[in-house]
């Protein structure tokens, strides 16, 4: 198991951070969230079957995860922790994992039904931008679902 100290996450980049905890990272996440988050994201967004949503910051699948249960089509936007989210996931057909930025999303304009962004926000470099970028990818309707520690 690597350990990764306080001190030492402090002086690192968020993508080396989490490339560093991947393996560990479900079991590092109980500590800061539960799976009520997630069901109560799904509650609040209505989630439905045959839908699309966006899972910026995916990470390890938490919120794809969840989503694909559901029956939903997620676009896994996956700066880092890509292996490890594909292992969980499986080959389910339901989540293509992309690679990008926030800020510049990899996805065109009115095209899912959902953007959540589950504590990922509080790591990008320009939030606003991030956020402009999430309803672009809405369609009409569409519900953005965001948590994090961020402070505007």
Known sequence: ????????????????????????????????????????????????????????????????????????????????MLEVLSNKIGDTGLVECRIGESESLPMDSNSVNHAFANMYLHHVEKPAVAIKEMYRILKSGGKLWTNTTLSI
């Open 1 to 80: 198991m690597t350990v990764i100290s306080t001190a030492r996450a402090a002086s690192m980049t968020s993508t080396q951070y989490f490339k560093d905890v991947a393996t560990q990272w479900d079991t590092m996440r109980k500590g800061f969230f539960s799976e009520n988050v997630r069901d109560k994201a799904y509650a609040v967004a209505e989630v439905a079957a045959g839908q699309t949503a966006a899972d910026l910051g995916a990470g390890t699948g938490f919120m794809s995860e969840g989503l694909v249960r559901r029956g939903v089509k997620v676009i896994a936007i996956v700066p880092e």
